[in-house]
């Protein structure tokens, strides 16, 4: 406390230092967390959420990555500026780098800043860490990160909560551990907290198994390749700074010799090769008189020499095939050797010889035949004889001016340099024109008013300086021209090389002026005369375009253009830079240098100088940056050999650039890349070959390169163990010594193979080995990915937990560097690939054919550069086996070295220092061994699928490439048009497999055999093509050979062993196109045996079956999955059945007219199947189908059946799966009722009558819009009927409780059925009609419902009186009401028809009432029915009898009505007199009598003697009564009509 009570910030953080530098890692336990609390409510917090078993805040691991990550600055800087914490606080937060989040249908990994205080682990301190977590939602075991997830869910922190979703989630790889301060600045460090990567197998990976990782990294070293630095930026040129000088300073020539590298035994120019002149041509140097010269034809490898008139040509490799011109007649005075123009001359002439002599131009043509050397065996060598046309192809007059040098261009121009000092073209034409000849001679120096001044003018007034060189920029289509006086001018030949126009000149005092101004104690004699010149294409340098060598051997570079704009045309020439020659360094003692520089050569960064040693020898020097190539700025090593010759001529005589795809890479508006150094090339290429041509022969040699120089280190020094080797990885960088020594070590040269052992035993031993530099502080550039190793160019500053109290910006932290071995296999691989990696793999060429344009897509690269890259992968891959430093068991299964465990507690303070530094040093040592054996790891498997992946594309171009492309689907093929290697190797698995099918598909159609090329295919690229896909092959050969053979029994062998294949691959094979092929050949067995296999296959631990018993839990993806996999593979039989049925159910074709005579044409398709074959097939199919165990598939039938509306099939069907799926879905299915009904009639079907009854009964009480009430009507009857037909009354319903509950549904159901006729009988537009219906329509209603919703409010007098007798409730009043309301409404609803139609409409609804109540005399009083329709009658004047016969057509007896009737007319109702027809009921018993007399067999015979004395009683009262009263007309005919009814009746007794 007294250190805060001072004040004394900084001792705090020195203590805190200290301590953490005595310690390995600090491990805090709950238990002494909590102690040391101050605070109860961080102690309430931090109890409530239980942490990590075993006391440990960190219990559980990393699972695939150390615990220590890298700090950038940049999240340094987010955690300080993201954070409010108390001023003091000495905390600073550790976090990962931000990683690339992953974007899938089923997790994605996400990020939030999250303070320490809410991750619910109980601490308190206002830190931020970088939080990764998935956005699914599920949880696993409990670690620290789903305590953390499940807090910060629950409390909507940073946002997690919305960001999460309902997804399956992925279980984490590997976690970021982070360490902070709390606010009382106590240490804390938590593991596995914020996810780093996703566990594969559970979703996306981070990186596919490390080969993205290794991806990168060959991006990173050809990217790096691609940007060494140019010559002028070597030279430092620069728009901003001024000319400058170089070559004056020690480190511009070091002196290999001498100094801290010291290896005098460095070779710069390899094995010299002399050849002398042939032996014909020593001779002719007898007959010389005028003029001999030499040159060098580096084009077609060829020497030449001329004396006087003629001209030899011969071999210079061997001084064979010699060839001479002696045609001329004058002295030859220059040779030139240009390619003609394309489309003048005919396609032998391949290059045209121009000689030229003080009179004559003349052209040759130059023609190549092959040569066979010795016989024709096996080795002999075959070469290409040159030969000279014996007449020229052009001759043009000289006009008085000699030329001295002849040049030509890319493009076929031809291009002279006279004496007089001008520049001439020889243009030439395949025909004359109507303004110009053939060939003519122009003057391009001068203008065309010279042609107007005397000549003897023009010789007066102009100093003569021949021109003595031309040199031409083919990359930028610029010639320059060299004078005798040094003069240096610059035509410009047009952005196509087809104008020419002088821009600039140069004089030699002037470039001399220019150098001394820029190298000020350097006397001007060293600039002075330019011996040479040379011009810097386009592709080595951007600035520089033009270098002039001077007799001192000082390098003059021009330019040609402003620098601030390079890309413009020639406008100008202006010095730049000023470069030395070797030997004028300060510290030179005693300095050699060139001097008397006669010849020189420029190419590529190689300057040789032939300077005079004597009069009959030279001083040759080669000047080169091979052994300094990747040193800035510019280095270059120099030698310098005695010659014992004279040079005549210097030349390149073998300068191979490495082969370029047929479609070069397109860098859109970027300048292409500069030609990287020879390093990066020194394994593809040859060394390049120089040649020095003198008149005693020629003399050959190499420039050495790395590669050329290590070997010849090793040679030299029998073995690697030398000091010279050693001080060359010294030389060099480690990564680049060790690429050079990998292209000796995977050399397959037969003489390279005791060279090869020792550069691989220099490859280990000089290689270095991952370490840690504890002392390197600060950010630096990484390149990584998630889930892997991190792999940098530069050391890797990573921050570890055991070093977590790094708060003070002074303490050192370990910074991982990885071996230059794992540089060196980075470099190789990316310089093998460099050329095809960024590569598109095809391009479109557009192709005609018979006047018909179309596109072909062709390989972009030659079989034979992908051979050779393809070889060298292979070499460096069986080096990478066969070493064991990385084919080990390390290697094969990387892992981290488990974490140490640490005691819990605060600090250890009796452990030396120097103890705890050894600990922390030999841990950090291998972890940083394991980090570049995992990286290893990915680049041996990169190489291995680049490899492999090669090896298939060179086969592609072997089998017609085009139409291998055009066998694959669209998405295919535009994606081979734009897919580069690298993406092939990354993420190309589709595209490969397409173009591998594409050529099986091919031999297939061919109807050759697939064996061999699936062999092939196996031994080429087996990760490519699996054995598996080996099967697949051979399966589709069988089935195609199948649907061409005509024995049906060899057909049936070959489709049973088609079938037995792809059954083995059911689960990778296109199933969906094999099932169509399969139907095709009526293979309909095949279909259904290969949809099985596939299934099964696809969900081998039956967890779709599981998931669908579930109930189909959201939760279980993998049931998911495996459930719409299996059901994807049935659909190819359902599919098959659907086409049998389609074709069994298609009615016959109709006739068509016949195009000709004679038979009817055969059908197109012999696989066509007939009505009754379809029919007999697709039984035969359901047979097969309901055979099989697999009850998904049985599940999937049947949905299919029933999607189809084939129910009747499916009843037919006799399979254990099909009652509970019936069951399962009239429970699950959405729309249950279709499955129901199905149930039922299948319980018919089974004679299961009292179940069938049971699922009646649930169908018609189902509430559902789809039934109507008269479907439910029915099926309460057929309820009804099956009940009664069950032998058994079923257990639900014992007694016969069930069949009588039956029956009062189905009563109330038939009262509910007429409220609704009732109701769709009226108006639907009376409010609540339409609602009323639908809702009578749902479901089946109890009577009170009935009764108090539909009957009384809409006034149903008859459905109120069937609801009464359906419910036994008797109310005499309201029964006779209601009676009532029955009449009178039939009568008011017929107001507007005739008498006879009311009469009839009221018949009918009282005979159809009465007949249903007939038996039932509580709701049908007669008197009252009776009595109310004989007073309407009456009232409407209506027929007497029309209610007696209503009443008996109703079924009401004689007897009864008779007894009706008579006690109504004994009441003597007042209402009858109201009527003014008191006697109208006597008139209905008459009709009553009447109809018995007429129909006596109404009444039964036993009982008509005692009906007949009772109606004779009646009759005989009725005449007293009648008889009594006032005679009147009615009463007349009533006494009338009675006594004759008395005598029927007395008859009927007898």
């Known amino acids: 406390m007294n250190f805060l009570e001072h ?5 705090l953080c020195a203590l805190s230092l200290c301590l953490v530098l005595l310690i390995s890692s600090i491990l805090t336990s709950p238990v002494d967390y909590l102690h040391n609390r101050p605070a109860e409510g961080a102690l309430s917090k931090a109890v409530a959420v239980p942490l990590a078993p075993q006391n440990s805040i960190a219990s559980v691991p990393p699972m695939d990555k150390p615990h220590g990550s890298a700090a950038t600055p940049r999240a340094v800087a987010r955690s300080r500026h993201s954070r409010q914490r108390p001023r003091g606080k000495l905390g600073r937060t550790r976090r990962k ?49 789903d305590i953390v997830i499940s807090h910060l869910a629950k409390n909507d922190a940073a946002g997690i909560s919305r960001a999460r979703e309902s997804n399956p989630c992925c ?52 990217q790096d390749d691609r940007q060494y630095p140019e010559i002028a930026q070597m030279l430092g040129i620069s728009a901003d700074v001024l000319p400058g000088v170089s070559g004056m300073s020690d480190i511009d020539y ?40 030499l040159g060098i034809f580096p084009d077609i490898s060829r020497a030449w020499l001329t004396i006087d008139t003629d001209i030899y040509i011969w071999n210079y490799n061997d001084g064979g095939d010699l060839t001479y011109f002696d045609g001329l007649s004058e002295t030859i005075l220059s040779v030139g050797l240009v390619k003609p123009k394309p489309g003048v001359f005919q396609a032998h002439i391949t290059h045209l010889l121009v000689l030229t002599t003080p009179v004559d131009i003349v052209i040759l043509g130059v023609t190549f035949s092959a040569l066979h050397t010795g016989a024709s065996a096996p080795g002999s060598c075959v070469t290409e004889a040159l030969s000279l046309l014996p007449e020229p192809l052009f001759c043009l007059p000289t006009d008085n001016t000699f030329f001295q040098v002849v040049e030509g261009t890319g493009t076929g121009r031809l291009f002279l340099a006279g004496q007089d000092g001008c520049l001439y073209e020889v243009a030439y034409q395949a025909e004359a024109g109507w303004f110009g000849q053939c060939c003519r001679k122009i003057n391009h120096s001068r203008s065309s008013l010279s042609l107007f001044i005397p000549a003897v003018l023009q010789f007066s007034f102009s100093e003569e300086d021949p021109l003595m060189q031309i040199a031409v920029d083919h990359s930028r289509h610029i010639l320059y021209t060299r004078s005798e006086k040094g003069t240096i001018q610059v035509f410009d030949l047009g952005s196509d090389g087809q104008n020419t126009s002088r821009v600039a000149s140069l004089s030699h005092g002037t470039i001399a002026s220019a150098a001394v101004n820029i190298a000020r104690t350097v006397e001007k004699l060293n600039f002075s005369p330019v011996v040479h010149i040379a011009p810097i294409e386009s592709s080595e340098s951007a600035v520089c375009h033009l270098l002039a060598v001077t007799h001192t051997g000082v390098r003059l570079y021009f330019g040609t253009c402003s620098l601030r704009y390079p890309g413009t045309r020639p406008n100008t020439l202006i010095l730049l830079h000023v470069r030395m020659p070797p030997g004028f360094s300060a510290a030179v003692t005693a300095p050699q240098r060139p001097a008397r520089v006669h010849k020189a050569l420029y190419s590529r960064g190689t300057l040789l100088l032939a300077a005079a040693a004597s009069e009959d020898s030279d001083t040759l020097w080669c000047v080169a940056q091979h052994s300094f190539s990747l040193h800035f700025p510019l280095m270059e090593a ?110 397959r040269a037969a003489h390279d193979t005791e060279v090869s052992s020792w550069a691989a035993r220099a490859f280990f031993r000089y290689g270095g080995e991952s370490h840690i530099n504890m002392k390197g502080t600060g950010p630096l550039a990484v390149s990584s990915s998630p889930g892997l190793p991190l792999t940098a160019s530069t050391p890797i500053p990573v921050i570890s937990t055991d070093a977590a109290a790094a708060f003070d910006g002074n303490m050192s932290v370990p910074i991982f560097n990885f071996s230059g071995k794992h540089g060196g296999v980075c470099l190789y691989i990316a310089r093998i690939l460099r050329t095809l990696w960024s590569q598109n793999i095809a391009f479109e060429r557009l192709n005609t054919d018979a006047g018909r344009q179309f596109t072909l897509v062709e390989s972009s690269t030659s079989t034979e550069l992908l051979q050779a890259v393809l070889n060298r992968l292979e070499s460096l891959h069986n080096f990478l086996e066969r070493s064991a430093q990385f084919s080990g068991s390390s290697i094969a299964n990387p892992s981290y070295p488990p974490p140490q465990r640490h005691l819990p507690g605060s600090f250890r303070h009796n452990v030396p220092s120097q103890q705890l530094q050894q600990e922390l040093q030999r841990k950090y040592q291998a972890e940083a061994q394991s980090r570049e054996q995992t990286s290893m790891h990915g680049l041996r498997k990169l190489v291995h699928i680049t490899s492999q992946v090669l090896g298939l594309w060179t086969l592609l171009t072997e089998h017609q490439f085009p139409a291998l492309v055009d066998g694959l689907s669209p998405e295919l093929r535009e994606s081979v048009k734009t897919m580069t290697l690298r993406e092939l190797v990354v993420r190309g698995g589709e595209v490969t497999g397409g173009l591998i099918a594409s050529l099986i598909n091919r031999y297939i159609g061919d109807n050759a055999s697939t064996d061999a090329i699936s062999q092939r295919l196996r031994t080429i690229c087996p990760l490519l093509y699996s054995p598996d896909d080996m099967l697949c092959s051979k399966a589709n050969e069988l089935l195609q050979a199948a649907r061409q053979e005509n024995a049906r029994g060899e057909r049936e062998r070959l489709l049973q062993e088609s079938l037995q294949l792809y059954s083995n691959i059911a689960h990778q094979i296109d199933l969906p196109l094999v099932c169509s092929q399969y139907r095709q050949v009526r293979f309909y067995e095949g279909v259904v045996e290969l949809s099985l296999a596939a299934a099964r296959r696809l969900d081998p631990q039956g967890l779709a079956l599981h998931h669908y018993r579930q109930e189909q839990s959201s939760m279980d993806t993998h049931g998911q999955q495996a459930l719409a996999a299996r059901l994807e593979c049935y659909r190819g039989v359902t599919m098959t059945l659907q086409e049998l049925m389609n074709q069994a159910a298609a009615g016959p074709q109709s006739p068509g007219v016949p195009k000709q005579p004679g038979p009817p044409a055969a059908s197109s398709d012999p696989n066509l199947l007939t009505n009754e074959e379809a029919a007999k097939h697709f039984e035969q199919l359901l047979v097969l ?40 879905m009239s429970r699950k299915a959405r729309d249950p009722l279709p499955y129901i009904d199905l149930l039922w009639r299948f319980h018919e079907k089974s004679n299961n009558f009292g179940s069938a009854a049971c699922v009646l009964a649930r169908l018609a009480d189902m509430c559902s819009t789809e039934l109507s009430l008269q479907q439910r009507v029915e099926y309460l009857a057929r309820a009804i009927l099956s009940a009664k037909s069950s032998p058994g009354v079923p257990s639900l319903a014992p007694n016969g409780e069930f069949l009588h509950e039956l029956e009062e549904k189905m009563e109330v159901a038939r009262v509910q059925l007429q409220i609704q006729q009732t109701l769709s009988g009226t108006c639907s537009q009376i409010p609540g009609v339409p609602e009323a219906l639908a809702q009578l329509n749902d479901n089946l209603l109890n009577v009170t419902k009935l009764y108090g919703d539909f009957a009384e409010p809409f006034g149903l007098s008859e459905s109120k009186l069937a609801i009464l007798h359906c419910a036994g409730y008797c109310d005499t009043t309201l029964i006779r009401s209601l009676w009532q309301e029955v009449i009178d409404k039939e009568l008011q609803s017929s107001l507007g028809m005739s008498a006879t139609d009311r009469m009839q409409l009221l018949h009918q609804k009282m005979v159809s009432l009465g007949k249903l109540y007939a038996r039932s005399p509580r709701y049908l009083p007669i008197d009252e029915v009776a009595g109310h329709l004989e007073r309407r009658v009456c009232s409407l004047s209506w027929d007497e009898g029309f209610v007696p016969h209503c009443l008996l057509d109703a079924g009401l007896s004689l007897l009864c009505l008779l007894d009706v009737y008579n006690g109504l007319f004994r009441c003597r109702d007042s209402s009858w007199q109201r009527l003014s027809k008191p006697l109208h009921l006597l008139h209905s018993v008459h009709v009553l009598l009447q109809t018995f007399v007429q129909e006596p067999e109404r009444i039964a015979a036993q009982e008509r003697r005692l009906f007949i004395n009772r109606c004779l009683d009646i009759v005989a009262s009725y005449l007293i009564e009648l008889q009594a009263m006032d005679p009147c007309r009615d009463s007349t005919d009533l006494l009338q009509n009675f006594r004759s009814l008395q005598p029927k009746l007395e008859r009927l007794l007898v």
């Open 171 to 222: 279980r984490p790889k590997s976690f970021v551990n982070s360490a902070f301060l709390d606010n009382n600045n106590d240490y804390h460090s938590i593991q596995t907290v914020g996810m780093e990567s996703i566990l594969p197998g559970q979703g996306p990976t981070t990186l596919n198994n490390g080969i993205d990782a290794a991806a990168l990294e060959v991006d990173r070293r050809i």
């Open 97 to 145: 780098r931000r990683r690339h989040i992953l974007k899938s249908p089923f997790c994605k990994l996400q990020q939030r800043m999250v303070a320490v205080r809410d991750l619910g682990l109980g601490y308190d301190s206002d830190e931020v860490i970088d939080f990764g977590f998935c956005s699914g939602t599920c949880e696993d075991r409990r670690i620290t990160y």
């Open 254 to 293: 070091p002196l290999l010799g001498t100094g801290q590298v010291s290896l005098p035994r460095l070779l710069e120019i390899g094995p010299v090769r002399r050849v002398p002149l042939p032996p014909e041509l020593v001779e002719q140097f007898g007959h010389m008189q005028c003029n001999c010269m």
């Open 638 to 747: 120099q030698v310098s050999v005695s010659t014992d010759v004279r040079a005549w001529a210097l030349a390149c005589i073998e300068d191979c650039l490495p082969a370029q795809p047929m479609q070069s890479f397109t860098y859109g508006s970027l300048p292409p890349p500069m030609d990287p150094p020879a390093a990066v090339w020194q394994h593809m290429v040859p060394p390049r070959r120089f040649m020095l041509l003198s008149a005693q022969g020629s003399i050959m040699f190499e420039v050495l390169r790395p590669l050329e120089q290590l070997r010849h280190l090793l040679v030299t020094g029998g073995g690697a163990d030398t000091e010279d080797v050693q001080k060359f990885f010294l030389l060099h960088r480690e990564d680049q010594a060790c690429a050079t020594s990998l292209a000796l070590a995977c050399s």
């Open 1185 to 1224: 189908c309901q055979q099989t165990g697999d009850e998904l598939f049985h599940i999937s039938l049947y949905e299919w059946i029933i999607s189809s509306g084939h129910t009747d099939t499916l009843l037919r069907l006799s399979s254990p799966f099909l009652e509970p799926f019936l069951e399962r």
């Open 7 to 11: 004040g004394s910030w900084r001792a």
